[in-house]
């Protein structure tokens, strides 16, 4: 299973999420990830600094996340949790190679457009 599809797939099974934590979840993905779709497609010669920037605020959102997984109140099935801290993981890690150039960023914006549709799908309404 692909990290998209295991993103996807993670979130849009999440039904014990209230619908104001999903809400507050999908507009934190949607600014963060049109950050980095934006700094990605400029040619700007400081857009590294601030696709730099969206990337470190992208790896904020995946850790913030990945305590939240983590942590003893966490409802959600140990499954389901397990797949986040895998893909707060792979982002970790993928962020780094898009910082040193060797990796583009389209991956990250992939996997949080994945999560934007299983949060849409478990009931947002967005």
Do not use: C
């Not at 950050?35 to 990605?40: G, I, K, P, R, V």
């Not at 389901?80 to 890690?93: E, G, P, V």
Request: net charge positive; charged share 20%; aromatic share 6%.
């Amino acid at each position: 299973m692909n990290a998209s599809t295991l993103a996807k797939s993670a979130y849009s099974k999440a039904n014990s999420i209230a619908p104001s934590d999903r809400n507050a979840e999908y507009n934190a993905f949607a600014r963060v990830t049109a950050s980095l779709a934006t700094q990605s497609n400029s040619d700007d010669p400081a857009a590294f600094a601030r696709l730099s920037e969206a990337v470190f605020l992208n790896r904020r959102l995946w850790s913030i996340l990945a305590a939240d997984a983590a942590g003893d109140g966490n409802r959600l099935p140990d499954d389901i949790r397990a797949s986040i801290l895998s893909l707060a993981n792979f982002i970790w890690k993928h962020s780094q190679k898009v910082l040193r150039k060797e990796a583009s960023v389209e991956d990250l914006i992939e996997i949080n457009t994945a999560i934007m549709r299983g949060l849409r799908a478990s009931g947002t309404g967005a």
